[in-house]
């Protein structure tokens, strides 16, 4: 139910940045390029923006260079094809990357203003590093693991939001929103295991 925010959502945006990617293309901006871009300004924002409390502002940068997934994915189907490997592990691993950053420079404002918040974004944190780790343990053992309440897309959506609305004052949307992704995240971890057993008894 949650992933279909995903399977909705960036088709309209695709459709939308499709004559940006066209031009990018025909000046020579490659899909690496845009990743590296991307990854290094999330990366920047979040560890200036919300360790000093600035959350909204922080939010919409981030929001803006978070468009470079998108990008850098449209960019690579239109020069010829999904991507080089290089580049499926280039855009794989700055997402760790990002994600945790982002969780990070929350978690560093949130310690000294609300505990609670502190725990649930590290909780976040821990999920949103497993989450990963066990589809890329269990495509190594040949068994297709993308499956899950929430991936990616949607747990990002879930802590922006909540980061960004906090920041307009809404201190109930903190609580609120990484409640919701530890929440998310932990039945994902659980869901993924679950489907390794299965495949591994089937086996």
Known sequence: MVSMISAYVKPQITRLINPVVKVAVRVGITANAVTIFGGLGTVMAALYFYPRGDLFLGTIIISLFALSDLFDGAIARRTGGEGTSWGGFLDSTIDRVTDSAILIGALLYFIDEDETVALLVLISLVVSGL???????????????????????????????ALGLYGLGIEIAAILGFTLLALLGTVTVVQRIVIVYIALRRG
Not at 145 to 154: L, V
């Open 131 to 161: 989450i990963p780790y066990i589809r890329a343990k269990a495509e190594s053992m040949k068994i297709e693991c993308s499956g899950g309440i929430a991936e990616r897309t949607e747990r990002l959506i879930i802590a922006l939001t």
